[in-house]
């Protein structure tokens, strides 16, 4: 499965390579209102658009991922509580065994 995804990030990468390598035209660039940035070759602003949206898409994965690590630390503790508390159980469930005049049933009927 690790291979197959690397073999799928290559290919997204070589495709969007060769886009970008067909698209090498000179644009102009209008950010928001009055800012105006000419002949730029499109690969730049095609690779730049590309890392931007890999951000913005790692930062999107950020807070489930510190939930995600939360979670498995709480769980770690309530392994370790029961781990320590299935230690004692044991040495405190030691009781003497029931008297021969004790009846125990035979069938859980």
């Not at 105006?36 to 070759?41: A, E, R, S």
């Not at 950020?62 to 044991?90: F, K, Q, T, Y």
Request: net charge positive; charged share 20%; with cysteine.
């Amino acid at each position: 499965m690790r291979y197959f995804i690397w073999i799928l990030r290559l290919a997204v990468f070589v495709v969007v390579l060769l886009f970008a390598l067909k698209n090498t035209d000179r644009v102009t660039v209008r950010f928001f209102v009055d800012t105006l940035t000419t002949d730029i070759p499109l690969i730049v602003v095609m690779l730049a658009c590309f890392v931007a949206g890999t951000l913005f898409g790692l930062l999107l994965t950020v807070p489930a991922s510190l939930r995600r690590r939360r979670e498995l630390a709480a769980l770690r503790r309530d392994l370790e509580r029961a781990r320590a508390e299935a230690v004692v159980v044991p040495a405190a469930a030691t009781t003497a065994p029931p008297s021969s005049d004790v009846v125990l049933p035979m069938h859980p009927l």
